[in-house]
């Protein structure tokens, strides 16, 4: 199959390894969740940037600041956390009724009361980290003179560094349990997978995703001595040995490449960029003008400093996609040499669009934007391109599969 010839009629791959149901379906649940996806995005650059670029949000921190004698630390650390509670407000009846469709689509299994508790711990993290940061933030703006925006620079590369590192220790523990893969065909199979590899893994675990989810997934998180390969309960549950050791390889891909570890430097390089652009746009005066505040290093200015930094990542996250989609199917690559069975890895990929929903014919700017990873069809024809290359089996279509049914 040459790539004329897959471009040239509409997604020939989607017809061929999809049943016209499943298409339907992905159809259908990328209908109902489309309002959510566009509100939540218009939310959320829509109320930093009211907030930052009018005096509402110099309003909203002097109040909270006020609670507690009006000094600058006050202001900053509740004036921030005003900020972030009235985000969780704005958004909670998005999130609830994100959750009604996840629901009724059969991906969501969580409780209510799990809900709330996932709303609450996410809370309570992210305002304490934000609040801190704040307060570092207008610390250094006050005390370390002109210079402030270098150590703030260094301080946001290094949070990023020390984020990556402690998250798999510290903050997924909160909201999943882990525990080994535990003895048998499947951990054989991995470990074995891992030692052909040669890339040290400390150790394969399994979390109970299955307590909020039926969607299936793998990932590594961490680097260095917290570095782990996490398969999702859901995908060994779901998939077969072959599939999910098929997963494991992609995953095996990521450490192979180090692209945690690579991934956390560009985070802090970037952070460093965003904090030095942040600084730039703090003393252009009439951004301080439209937020109501004389001078940047008030902490009345922070409403507009979340709005600095929600433009700031608007126009960075098309590039951070970008460059994730290429380590992904960096990784797809890895694991294809690896495993060297396109077939299993098709089947994986199909397996996991049915189980996901995932949007088998996503729109360009909808990757451009939103994507993490390439698209599953393409995937799939990575899988199809890489058999060609290699003069293995091209992995056959859903289609020539069924007209076989029962024959094997
Ligand atoms: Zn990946």
Same mark, same amino acid.
């Given at each position: ?123 309570? &993290? ?69 030692? +052909? ?97 004389? +001078? ?30 290429? &380590? ?51 995937? &799939? ?8 290359? +290699? ?18």
């Amino acid at each position: 199959m040459n790539t004329a010839e897959r471009r040239s009629a509409p997604d020939p791959t989607v017809f061929t390894d999809f049943t016209p149901e499943q298409i339907e379906r992905s159809r259908a649940y990328k209908h109902d969740v489309r309002p959510l996806v566009v509100i939540s995005t218009l939310l959320g650059l829509a109320v930093p940037l009211v907030l930052g670029l009018t005096p509402a949000g110099a309003a909203l921190v002097r109040v909270a600041g006020d609670l507690a004698g009006g000094g600058w630390i006050a202001r900053a650390l509740l004036g921030s956390v005003a900020i972030s509670l009235l985000g969780l407000v704005l958004r909670l009846p998005l999130s609830m009724w994100g959750e009604t469709v996840s629901r009724r689509w059969g991906l969501s299994r969580r409780s209510w009361g799990l809900f709330a508790a996932d709303t609450a711990k996410g809370f309570v &993290i992210g305002a304490v980290l934000t609040a801190g940061a704040i307060g570092g933030l207008y610390a250094l703006l006050r005390h370390a003179g002109g210079g402030w925006w270098v150590w703030a620079a260094l301080a946001a590369a290094g949070l990023a560094v020390l984020g990556s590192f402690i998250m798999p220790v510290l903050i997924e523990p909160l909201f999943n349990k882990f525990r080994p893969l535990p003895d048998g065909e499947l951990r054989d199979r991995l470990m074995a997978l891992v030692a +052909q590899s040669g890339v040290p893994v400390r150790d394969i675990l399994v979390s109970d995703s299955s307590k909020r989810t039926t969607a299936a997934n793998a990932y590594v998180s961490g680097f260095g001595k917290t570095r782990r390969l996490v398969v999702w309960d859901t995908t060994t549950d779901s998939l077969s040995t072959e599939e999910t050791a098929a997963v494991a390889a992609h995953e095996l891909g990521h450490a192979a490449r180090r692209d945690v570890l690579v991934g956390t430097v560009l985070g802090a390089v970037g952070a460093a960029v965003g904090v030095a652009v942040l600084a730039a746009a703090l003393h252009w005066s009439p951004l301080l003008d439209a937020a109501g505040v004389q +001078q940047a290093d008030d902490p009345r200015s922070q409403a507009l400093v979340r709005a600095i930094l929600a433009v700031i990542g608007l126009v960075g996250e098309p590039w951070g996609l970008a460059y994730s989609r290429y &380590i992904e199917s960096r990784a797809d690559g890895y694991a294809l040499d690896l495993f060297r069975d396109p077939d299993t890895v098709v089947r994986m990929e199909r397996a996991l669009a049915v189980q996901n929903i995932a949007d088998l014919r996503p729109r360009r700017y909808e990757v451009l934007l939103r994507y993490t990873h390439p698209p599953i069809p393409e995937r &799939i024809a990575h899988a199809r391109r890489w058999a060609a290359e +290699q003069g293995v089996a091209i992995p056959r279509s859903l289609s020539a599969e069924s007209k076989e049914a029962g024959g094997t």
